[in-house]
């Protein structure tokens, strides 16, 4: 049974776009219903492969949106932003529409994800498209009711850059989970400061080394590198810090 498991994974299969939505400018979100979908857990991704007319072939990784749901197993999200002079997301933002088919293999990953039963609280830090794993963790805090505290602290340059505005006001409703943007370039009136996350933000914003908590840092190389810096410099476990990186040319987005 584990080993079709892992064989149903690794092999490419067929969905179909069922809805697509605007986030950003820039970034869109794609469901899928994939028929064999052998469910996935909040922080993994998939490969999805384009295919052209001449038989070239081009693929990338995306982090999953969603959480899996029982009552829709079959049904996942995607969230592409899309990077200049891309081969794959320019049309899987632009082009891709209701009805189309798309080839994906998955879910991929292990170590960079959250599930309910895990103990101690979450901290959850994304630099733009980062958060899109992130978001799947939230989905999957409130889809099992956890009573986990969550904090995201989500980097964006400007307020028209966020993505899940809607969704995440909803899930910050939620006494248990805690939201808190921080916009690098230009931010919407009243909100005090304007700078990247830096060592006076962790110290106010996120959650304490004692607090005995999981941290899941995700978005450009850079980002998490010096996010993950400051972690660490300000006590945090190395051990309880993990990191999803992405870059132009691959890897999770």
């Known amino acids: ?7 149903r994974r690794l092999t490419w299969q067929v ?3 069922t809805d697509v939505r605007r ?6 979100t794609i469901a899928l219903e994939v028929p064999d979908w052998p469910g996935h857990v909040a922080g993994q991704h998939l490969d999805v492969r384009l295919t ?4 070239y072939r081009a693929s990338r990784s995306y982090s999953i949106a969603s959480a899996w749901s029982k009552s829709q197993p079959s049904t996942i999200e995607l969230t592409v932003e899309q990077v200049p002079d891309g081969e794959v997301s320019p049309y899987l933002v632009d082009v891709l529409k209701v009805g ?7 879910p991929v990953g292990g170590w960079f994800v959250w599930k309910p039963e895990q103990d101690g609280p979450v901290q959850l830090i994304g630099g733009g498209s980062g958060v899109v794993p992130l978001r799947a963790m939230l989905r999957a805090h409130a889809e099992a009711g956890s009573t986990t505290p969550v904090r995201l602290l989500y980097s964006v340059r400007r307020p028209e850059s966020v993505i899940y505005v809607s969704d995440l006001k909803d899930l910050a409703a939620s006494d248990d989970v805690d939201v808190h943007l921080v916009y690098t370039r230009d931010a919407p009136a009243g909100e005090p400061r304007v700078g ?15 607090d005995g908590g999981t941290t899941y840092v995700c978005g450009p ?10 972690l660490v410099a300000a006590g945090h476990d190395p051990a309880r810090v993990r990191t999803e990186r992405f870059g132009p040319t691959g890897g999770p987005r």
Do not use: Q
Not at 23 to 28: G, N
């Open 1 to 7: 049974m584990e080993r079709t498991a892992i064989r």
């Open 15 to 17: 969905g179909t776009v």
């Open 23 to 28: 986030e950003t400018e820039t970034a869109r």
């Open 52 to 55: 052209a007319d001449d038989g």
């Open 100 to 106: 189309d088919p798309l080839e994906i293999r998955g």
């Open 196 to 210: 990247r996350i830096d060592a006076d933000v962790i110290s106010k914003y996120a959650l304490k080394p004692e």
């Open 221 to 230: 190389t850079p980002f998490v590198e010096t996010v993950a810096n400051l």
